[in-house]
């Protein structure tokens, strides 16, 4: 995998009855690097509607996704198998108190590219929300295959 690579995030929340679900999805350019077995990957983020940006780091390592935000936004996520986490999420309208359960996390590695699929359970102010899914492709730019869902 190179250093620089092209960051690809399709998320959806499946909302309670009678609510839409919208998915959400971020294309970018981002840097990468692997230390201690872990894979970074940094790449910052436009609010529309705000002057500045959100710096986002995500770690993956076997059944953790850890993703950091700083910025417009601040926030950080932690993704574990089997296990609840608890996180505050400033946002410029106010903080918002989440619970993260991850269900499922799968991580594949090729040597350009890293797919992550997790699903969870996402809890505000410790009632049930919605029930989520993130999907992340994380390839080489120089691969010259870039294949977004």
Do not use: W
């Amino acid at each position: 995998m190179t250093k620089d690579v092209l960051v690809s995030i399709n998320g959806m929340q499946i909302a309670r009855q009678n609510e839409e679900s919208e998915p959400i999805e971020v294309i970018t350019v981002g840097d990468y690097y692997k230390k201690n077995d872990k894979h970074y990957i940094i790449y910052e983020e436009v609010m529309e509607g705000f002057s500045g940006t959100t710096k986002n780091i995500i770690k993956l390592q076997e059944d953790c996704v850890d993703i950091t935000k700083r910025g417009i936004t601040n926030v950080h996520m932690v993704f574990e198998k089997n296990r609840k986490n608890m996180t505050c999420y400033e946002t410029p309208f106010g903080n918002l108190m989440l619970g993260i359960n991850a269900k499922d996390i799968r991580i594949t590695e090729k040597e350009n590219d890293i797919s992550v699929n997790v699903k969870y359970a996402l809890e505000l102010n410790n009632e049930h929300l919605a029930d989520c899914t993130m999907k992340m492709e994380i390839q080489s730019k120089e691969s010259g295959a870039v294949a977004l869902f």
